[in-house]
T-cell receptor, first 119, second 117 residues
Framework: AQKITQTQPGMFVQEKEAVTLDCTYD???????LFWYKQPSSGEMIFLIY??????QNATEGRYSLNFQKARKSANLVISASQLGDSAMYFC????????????????FGKGTKLSVKP | GAVVSQHPSWVICKSGTSVKIECRSL??????MFWYRQFPKQSLMLMAT?????????EQGVEKDKFLINHASLTLSTLTVTSAHPEDSSFYIC?????????????FGEGSRLTVL
């Protein structure tokens, strides 16, 4: 079963509007972290926001906020006031802190959502 | 903030040659580095976990003899694609885990785009 699911292969949003990128996850580890990364066409991975499984409040970083619904196992990214420079691939990722498995706490990535901001 | 540098950014090589990609943590020590491969319009797939001073741990399906990983110091890990073939053409990204406890965040290199002719 997929551990990270991003159901939106592509999204369009009008400049200056808000957009929500969906992410659901699956884990039995009580301690985990959820990350969102932005990947522009140049390829580098840019960290946007982090939410820990025990964090009481939803994470916010500037125009980025994470709508964390633990019971539903969802961690949607909300981008407010979209800008043209927000056009990129967005990846949701998870790290399980208790169960290192064979990869010592590697990040597990979703398939990504391609966001296009229209002027 | 922590920075991870990856070199080269672009490389084109002939089939049968070997290519080395370096991943450096510039301002922190990274005992663990991860190597990913990303095909066009797809997600990052973990290839191997690189541990300083010990053998890398490879993911299922990744050829150890094909993708040689060396993590000789706390700030450098290298990935060597041996006897490269066109199907090895891909975007390779490294990441390093910082020592900060709060997030266990991974810092990513800029990526290396390999094209094998």
């Amino acid at each position: 079963a997929q551990k990270i699911t991003q159901t939106q292969p592509g999204m369009f949003v009008q400049e200056k509007e808000a957009v929500t990128l969906d992410c659901t996850y699956d884990t039995s580890d009580p301690s985990y972290g959820l990350f969102w990364y932005k990947q522009p066409s140049s390829g580098e991975m840019i960290f946007l926001i982090y939410q820990g499984s025990y964090d009481q409040q939803n994470a916010t970083e500037g125009r980025y906020s994470l709508n964390f619904q633990k019971a539903r196992k969802s961690a949607n990214l909300v981008i407010s006031a979209s800008q043209l420079g927000d056009s990129a691939m967005y990846f949701c990722a998870m790290r399980e802190f208790s169960n290192y498995g064979g990869s010592q706490g590697n990040l597990i990535f979703g398939k990504g959502t391609k966001l296009s901001v229209k002027p | 903030g922590a920075v991870v540098s990856q070199h080269p950014s672009w490389v084109i090589c002939k089939s049968g040659t070997s290519v080395k990609i370096e991943c450096r943590s510039l301002d922190f020590q990274a005992t663990t580095m991860f190597w990913y491969r990303q095909f066009p319009k797809q997600s990052l797939m973990l290839m191997a976990t690189s541990n300083e001073g010990s053998k890398a741990t490879y993911e299922q399906g990744v050829e150890k003899d094909k993708f040689l990983i060396n993590h000789a110091s706390l700030t450098l890990s290298t990935l060597t694609v041996t006897s490269a073939h066109p199907e090895d053409s891909s975007f390779y990204i490294c990441s390093a885990r910082g020592t900060q406890r709060r997030t266990g965040e991974l810092f990513f290199g800029e990526g290396s785009r390999l094209t094998v002719l």
